[in-house]
């Protein structure tokens, strides 16, 4: 009874499912930018059939002395939509290679999520 309350009470309300980003910031090497590109272009992800999966970039910053800054960048119904797909067999298909062509990166890839605030 007191699930079915809950259900009634959001859909008698305004509440919304807040969307979630999830961004990994990547710094590649000078120079290699393009291998970078190829790599997740031939990638295969693994999120089309995901449940809260809505969409995928790969967006390319600034070039400092060092590196290019990249970041990729999925948008989800919900942080538990996402949170459910890290502990997926598709998540551990996703990233089963992600140790490999680490010449081509500064360290360790950053993440950062970040809840969508409806305006």
Not at 53 to 61: Q, T
């Amino acid at each position: 009874m007191f699930l079915l309350y809950c259900v009634r009470q959001i859909a008698n309300s305004n509440w919304v499912p807040k969307m979630y980003i999830a961004m990994n910031r990547f710094k590649i090497v000078i120079g290699s930018e393009t291998a970078f590109e190829k790599i997740w272009k031939a990638r295969e992800t693994h999120l089309n059939n995901v449940s809260g999966f809505l969409e995928f970039h790969l967006v390319k910053g600034a070039t400092e002395d060092t590196h290019t800054l990249y970041a990729s960048h999925s948008t989800w119904k919900s942080q538990t939509d996402f949170v459910n797909w890290t502990k997926s067999e598709a998540f551990r298909d996703a990233h089963k290679r992600a140790g490999e062509h680490s010449e081509i990166y500064l360290g360790h890839p950053v993440f950062e999520g970040f809840e969508v605030i409806p305006l």
